[in-house]
């Protein structure tokens, strides 16, 4: 989206100076603040009204959710093409089928997730009934990113919605398409009344936010992440926060290199390098560097021939702001081993291995979105151990290597989100794991059991009986030293024999 | 003396070191955490009775023997909280090893609170050391004894490398909210923690916050009206009514509420005597300025004092006091009361005091005193709180099987043994894969082809429980 942007009929009303629309000349799209107010009143009045506490209701939901993603699957395919030129493989693989296997994992353990568990009791407790129980925690603000839009909206409002909330959902505005499909499309398929999609920009969301929400969930970047953060704090709003940033990638001088560079390219170039999760930059062992690059220059020929831009299995930069931020980093680093082509009209960048990169180039400097993989050299596993914690905190730290003990080395005196060895980004498609930041890479995780946990309140629940009087009187003023000591001595026995006790 | 960020340098340092990663080296800090409250029992009780006049027995029940619970928990059950947590894995991930490792964040800062000063400010420090992190104390200036105690006998005990207690009133706690933290744990009032999460939204810190709120009581359908008096009462009085989960107000109907009235009156008579002024049991309010607070809501409310109203400036005395005849809209229902004051509410329906419940803020915790378990089942189904209780109040939170913590303007987060190693720790993801089945991983990469497409679209719908590859 190139060229001057003309002002449409509805944002010269409201008195802005710029608008978004999917096709120059076709009308914004565009919530306005008034009418987020308002959707957000309707939800709570609805959450209000117990309408999403019942099993058989969220069920439904999540059951609708899948209906749509196969429905419209060609729908999706074609406004994730129009938006990043993702290939259909690519579209289905990494966001609908994604998307529609958390919602069936999401209905198959909805009635476990839903059950109280019980705790284990004390002496004290023994004859009430302790227990926690989930409760959803009202109307959640969902806010995805572009890189994966469809992913990024409906995974965590498959959580939202498992835990009985109420949402709104803002898919991101660089996805003009895609977020113009689901703004269309769930009012056909979810509750009216609890979901609503809204059309923001990332500069409203700060507004958005101090509407005051139960909870906010954001994935995106750095700044971006810190503006929400801070817009929540005026609130009181708990937020979990996905956050992008460099992952680093250390190959060894003992690995498969063959192997090494078919999954580091797979995880680095899908979706034309514009990933959360792919590996950012390689710490490649010194030895091992020029087989490496030779290796992934294989590897690129073969996922996508002689010439990537003719393969229907590779990307587009999303907007033209990307693709020149990428485009300046690429020619200012380094030397350019692989790839380097650059065409303005397509918005497309060669697949491109870099080396010779420093720490201070302006690759390493900055967040990349984009099909460049800078790799630098290190002579050995404590350099790259100390190169990464000098970094912060990343969502991912990957290690291919076939000795377990530098494996384990990376794993244990380094910290990220997650961590997988010899493979990447699949550690963060598994239903069963966490999936989240830590330090600059955010807070809270998602995913199977963890987005119902995100959206939930566990509540503790002590329920007793007032026809057992025995113990408790011994806590009533006036207050005896014998009194006293009776409770500190059950509670030693109750020590010694569980370790533990408390009685009141 | 050190600056902030020297300290803060410091355990930064040491915690990069590695050293409170084994598991022995925070048993060991546990068990001087351990020494420093069974060695110091007297100058303990000695400290909390300077700052809130607390008898021995609240004082140990409610502040030592928490502690040493939630130490002897931690103990015994910190081996199994670090194991790696196995997780089934998929069709495709059959080989490989996938499990979550819980790791320590770095260095915590933990805000205590003056009501309970020791317990609320140990109890963090517990799950921050069994989760292996660094610590900084901010104990609450409000209690000073403790205050002074705390920064004297922790660095006696503790490790002075990785644990570090910090003085100083809101300015030098303004200040220090400045530097880095990897997580910040507040147990405090609303007002502040705006300010908390504002200065740690900066560094994209993640907060607990345990607030407080105003803990509603409901009694409703058959009750034991002797019992639920003594143990509401025990409950709302204890500390003199400064615990964040005291029951704030009740609400019932008129005949309860005149049924009630007698009962609590048989049961403060029973506990502090016709005099409590003069009992020993009764603890004081903090501060003058709480006084002086605490007696301006007594004075703007329009309520009936039908029990207590007495105070003494000097001594910082107020007695336990019931008003009846308060509408929703009193000064008393305006924020938390926090002090000896009860006042009763009167709904003639369970549906009405449940709806006028749900128009306040949610709260840290919710009581109801019934036999009936249908009307403990409703509220607890159709309120939302921190935690409940029914047919007591308070000691659910003495249970360390339960999560501990707020929800809504009541706070996030929660701890009380494992709930504190997990909110202290970093649940990271991990995947150990091996170099075979290439083949299989061949379906994803490009060029894409249909064929492979419907071969992945094949083994991942198989299994409608299995996640992508």
């Known amino acids: 989206m190139s060229g001057k942007t003309r002002v449409c009929y509805s944002c010269q009303r409201n008195g802005r100076l710029t608008c978004r629309r999917t096709r120059l000349g076709e009308p914004c799209l565009k919530t306005y603040p008034l009418e987020y107010e308002g959707l957000l009143r309707r939800a709570r009045v609805t959450f209000q009204a117990g309408h999403t506490l019942k099993e058989s209701f969220r069920v439904a939901q999540l059951e609708a959710v899948v209906q749509m993603l196969e429905e419209h699957e060609s729908d999706f395919v074609d406004a994730l093409g129009k938006d990043l030129h993702k290939p259909r493989f690519e579209a289905v693989v990494s966001e609908l089928v994604l998307v529609k296997n958390e919602a069936l994992y999401a209905i198959n353990n909805l009635k476990k997730w839903m059950q109280p568990q019980h705790v284990e009791r004390n002496l004290s407790t023994t004859l009430d009934e302790c227990l926690m129980v989930s409760q959803p925690l009202g109307v959640v603000f969902i806010v995805g990113t572009w890189c994966s839009p469809v992913e990024t909206c409906l995974v965590p409002l498959v959580g939202a919605i498992a835990a009985g909330n109420c949402a709104l959902i803002s898919p991101s505005e660089c996805t003009a398409h895609t977020a113009e499909l689901l703004h269309r499309l769930i009012p056909f398929y979810l509750d009216n009344e609890c979901f609503h999609v809204i059309l923001a920009g990332t500069r409203d969301f700060p507004e958005v936010v101090e509407l005051k929400f139960d909870h906010v969930f954001f994935t995106g970047n750095r700044s971006e992440g810190t503006r929400i953060a801070q817009a929540a704090a005026r609130t009181l709003t708990p937020v979990t926060l996905i956050l992008g940033g460099k992952n680093p990638c250390y190959v060894d001088q003992d690995c498969d290199i063959a192997t090494t560079a078919q999954r580091i390219a797979w995880a680095r170039f899908h979706n034309a390098g514009q990933s959360l999760v792919a590996p950012f930059y390689i710490l490649c062992h010194t030895t091992v560097t020029a087989r490496l690059v030779q290796a992934l220059k294989c590897c690129l020929t073969q996922f996508y021939g002689s010439d990537p831009r003719e393969s229907s299995s590779y990307g587009r930069m999303v907007n033209l702001d990307i693709f020149n931020r990428t485009k300046n980093m690429l020619w200012r680093s380094g030397k350019v081993a692989v790839g380097g082509q650059v065409i303005e009209a397509e918005k497309y960048i060669a697949p491109t291995v870099l080396t010779e990169v420093t720490e201070s180039d302006p690759i390493m400097q900055q967040d990349i979105f984009g099909p460049v993989l800078p790799v630098l050299t290190v002579n050995n596993v404590d350099e790259a151990i100390a190169f990464i914690n000098k970094q912060e905190k990343p969502l991912c730290v990957y290690a291919y290597s076939s000795n377990s003990k530098v494996i384990t080395r990376l794993m244990s005196e380094t910290s990220s989100g997650s961590f997988c060895s010899n493979d990447s980004i699949l550690q963060s498609l598994m239903v069963a794991l966490p999936f989240g930041g830590v330090g600059a890479s955010g807070m809270g995780s998602y995913h199977g059991r963890y987005s119902f946990d995100t959206f939930s309140h566990r509540k503790s629940c002590l329920l007793r009986s007032t026809r057992f009087e025995c113990v408790t009187y011994l806590r009533y003023p006036p207050y005896e030293d014998r009194n006293l000591s009776l409770m500190t001595w059950a509670s030693t026995l109750s020590q010694k024999s569980q370790g533990w006790c408390h009685i009141l | ?469």
């Open chain 2, 1 to 469: 003396m050190e600056t902030h960020s020297q300290i803060l340098d410091r355990l930064r340092s040491s915690f990069r070191s590695g050293i409170t990663v084994p598991e022995a080296f925070r048993q060991a800090q546990l068990k001087q955490l351990m020494s420093l409250m069974t060695e110091n029992e007297d100058q303990i009780l000695d400290a909390l009775k300077k700052d809130l006049a607390k008898p021995k027995f609240e004082s140990v029940i409610a502040e030592v023997d928490m502690v040493i619970n939630e130490l002897h928990f931690t103990i015994a059950n910190l081996n199994s909280w670090m194991q790696p947590e196995y997780v089934s894995k998929n069709l495709a991930t059959k080989l490989d090893d996938c499990f979550v490792r819980r790791e320590p964040l770095g260095v915590v800062l933990i805000i205590g609170p003056w009501n309970y000063p020791l317990q609320l400010l140990l109890s963090p420090l517990i799950a921050a050391i069994g989760a292996g992190n660094c610590a900084i104390l901010k104990p609450s200036e409000v209690s000073a004894a403790t205050d002074a105690l705390v920064a004297e006998l922790i660095p006696k005990y503790m490790s002075q490398d990785c644990y570090a207690v910090v003085r100083g009133a809101a300015e030098e706690t303004k200040a220090l909210l400045k530097n880095r933290f990897d997580h910040i744990f507040y147990t405090g009032s609303q007002a502040v923690a705006h300010h908390i999460l504002h200065a740690a939204a900066d560094h994209l810190t993640p907060v607990t916050l345990e607030l407080g709120g105003k803990c509603p009581c409901l009694i409703y359908g058959k009750v034991n009206i002797p019992y639920a008096a003594r143990r509401l009462a025990w409950s709302k009085f204890f500390n003199t009514g400064q615990s964040c989960v005291a029951p704030d107000f009740l609400v019932c109907s008129k005949a309860t509420r005149d049924a009630l009235l007698p009962a609590l009156r048989q049961t403060l008579e029973d506990f502090y005597s016709k005099e409590p002024e003069s009992s020993a049991d009764l603890p004081r309010i903090v501060s003058p300025r709480h006084w002086t607070r605490l007696m301006e809501l007594l004075k703007r409310s329009k309520g009936k004092v039908v029990m207590g109203g007495e105070s003494n400036e000097e001594s910082k005395y107020i007695a336990p006091t019931v008003l009846v005849d308060v509408a929703e809209d009193d000064a008393l229902m305006e924020e938390e009361i926090f002090g000896p004051f009860l006042p009763i509410l009167t709904a003639e329906t369970l549906e009405e005091a449940i709806a006028l419940i749900n128009r306040q803020e949610k709260p840290l915790a919710l009581y109801v005193f019934s036999e009936e378990s249908s009307v403990v089942n409703t509220v607890l189904e159709k309120s939302s709180s921190g935690g409940f209780c029914s047919n007591d109040g308070i000691i659910h939170m003495a249970l360390p099987t339960l999560p501990f913590g707020g929800v809504g303007a009541s706070g996030f987060g929660s701890y009380h043994g494992r709930w504190g190693f997990e909110t202290l720790s970093h649940q990271r993801a991990v995947m150990l894969r091996g170099w075979t089945l290439e083949r299989l991983n061949g379906l994803r990469y490009p060029p894409y082809t249909e064929d492979k497409l419907s071969w992945l679209r094949w083994t991942t719908s198989a299994k409608p429980s299995c996640s992508l590859m």
